[in-house]
Every structure is written in C-alpha cells, then in structure tokens.
C-alpha cells in the first residue's frame, strides 16, 4: 500500500501550485502568459542541470522531449487559453477530469484493472471542485473547453509515461531534463507570441524566482518522486489539493469570501481523496 510519507511529501507539489495564481496576479507583470511559463520551467531545468552536469544520452533525448511537451509545453500552453478562454471555475473543473483519463491510460499502458472504486473517486473530486470554484455566471467558450481537455490528456499521459520511463539518473537529474526541454519548446513559442517583457522591478523578480524555483524545481522534484513511488492514479487525485489551496489562499490572504458550497465542496474533495488513496495499491512499474 501507498507509504504515507510518500502522500504527505508528494501533496506538497499541488498545494504549492495553488499559491501560483496569487503569485502571477499581485507580483508578475500582466498578459505574458507563455513567456512567464517558459521562465518558469528553462531557468529552473538549466540551473539543475548545472548543479547534476548530466545531459541525456541515446533515446533519454527523444524521450524527455515528448515528457517535457506533455508535462510542461503543451500542458501549460493549453491551461492558459483555457484560462484566457473561460472562467477561471470552468477551466480548473475541465482540468479536473486529468484523474479519470489516467485511470484509463494506465489500463492502456500497463494493464491494470480499472477499479470502479477509482472512478467514483475521481467523479466525486471533479463534483468537489466544480462546488469549490465553479459560479452562476460560468460560460462555456467550444475551444476553451477543448484546449482544456487537450491540456488534461497531454497531463495524464506525461504522468503515465514519466512513470513508464525512469531513467537510471537521480531524481533530480530527471527532474532537470524535463523542465529544460519544456522550456526550449516553450522559448520560440513565446518569442513569436508575445512581445518582450518591460523592466522588471524587483517584486517581479521575487515573483519569477518563486515560480522558478519554489514552484517548479523544487515541486517537481517532489512530483516526479511521487509519480514512481506512487500509483499514477492517486498521485493525479492529488492535483485536486491545487484549487483547494488556491482558494483558501485567497481566502486568507486577499479576503476573498468563502461561501458554504465552497465549504461543501472542500468536504467532497477530502472524501474523494480517502477514497482514492485507500482503495488504490501502488502498480509495479513496467
């Protein structure tokens, strides 16, 4: 069964996603959304890399760029236009169903029994989310939408293929070819995209260095570890704690209201995780 240090040290990472929205709106400048999730990936990846000074070798080199795509490029290129696209509830609730396709992908890649236990699990986290985040006022936006299922398919196939292919590198060396490679694919996207960036001032310096190596470098790190330790499955119904702490961050810090469906939905998010993490045993690793 899942160790429970191994749970406690992987939640880190999404709570720790949570604070990115606080972060992005009060210290970052506003309307560069690719160039800030390129620093926020390449500057990390490159400073561990310089730390490990262990480069990829033979087929590592295709295949961090297909992880580093999946988990970093093409998900985080397609969160932003679902964010541009819909309310914020909308995209965070899309983005929810991440744990149900894994379950599926893992059948695919690994043979594992689909447990219908798992599926409540994730249907009962999906219902918890959208309480906690999704409002009255919500519209739905066709492409929005899509970019955000393609950005959940392209999440649960990075996590499913990170757990399929482990390297014989450290964690840490693992986790550097990944952020790098994410961030070159992003670097002329964002180049082509969006206009240069204007003269930081220090609270935009303190915001990149945050994301860069609080919320990326280290939180990966954290995250990868869990992904091979940990079923795919339950390290995914995780990502449920991101919306959660994003809202008890506003909560707490911008006195953003806290409504009883929040408070309601909060409960359903802490059920879905027992269930998940209870009910789930850790796949060997292929």
Not at 161 to 186: E, H
Not at 197 to 224: E, S
């Amino acid at each position: 069964m899942t160790k429970p240090l191994d749970l406690m040290l992987t939640a880190i990472a999404p709570i720790i996603w949570g604070s990115t929205y606080i972060v992005t709106t009060e210290f970052l400048p506003a309307g560069y959304p690719l160039t800030v999730a390129m620093l926020r990936a390449l500057p990390a990846g490159l400073l561990i890399l310089l730390l490990v000074r262990q480069l990829p070798r033979g087929i590592w080199w295709g295949r961090m760029f297909i992880l580093g795509a999946l988990n970093f490029a093409i998900f985080w290129g397609m969160l932003f236009i679902a964010a541009y696209r819909l309310p914020g509830g909308v995209a965070a609730t899309v983005g929810a169903i991440q744990p149900l396709i894994i379950i599926f992908l893992m059948r695919a890649i690994f043979g594992n029994q689909v447990r219908p236990t798992a599926i409540f699990a994730s249907l009962l986290g999906i219902v918890g989310v959208a309480f906690l985040i999704l409002g009255p006022s919500a519209t739905l936006d066709p492409i929005g939408i899509l970019a955000g299922l393609a950005g959940a398919i392209s999440m649960a196939l990075g996590t499913v293929l990170t757990r399929k292919w482990q390297p014989p590198v450290s964690l840490l060396t693992f986790t550097a070819w990944q952020l790098s490679s994410g961030g070159i694919i992003l670097l002329p996207i964002a180049l082509f995209f969006e206009p240069a960036l204007p003269a930081l001032t220090l609270r935009n310096m303190f915001g990149f260095a945050y994301l860069g190596l609080i919320g990326a470098a280290l939180t990966y790190v954290l995250w990868f570890r869990g992904i091979s330790r940990i079923s795919p499955n339950i390290v995914s119904s995780l990502g449920y704690l991101s919306p959660l702490a994003a809202v008890l961050l506003g909560w707490w810090f911008l006195e953003q209201a806290l409504s009883i469906i929040q408070i309601f939905g909060i409960i359903i998010i802490v059920i879905s995780l027992q269930i998940a993490t209870r009910t789930q045993k850790t796949p060997a690793t292929s």
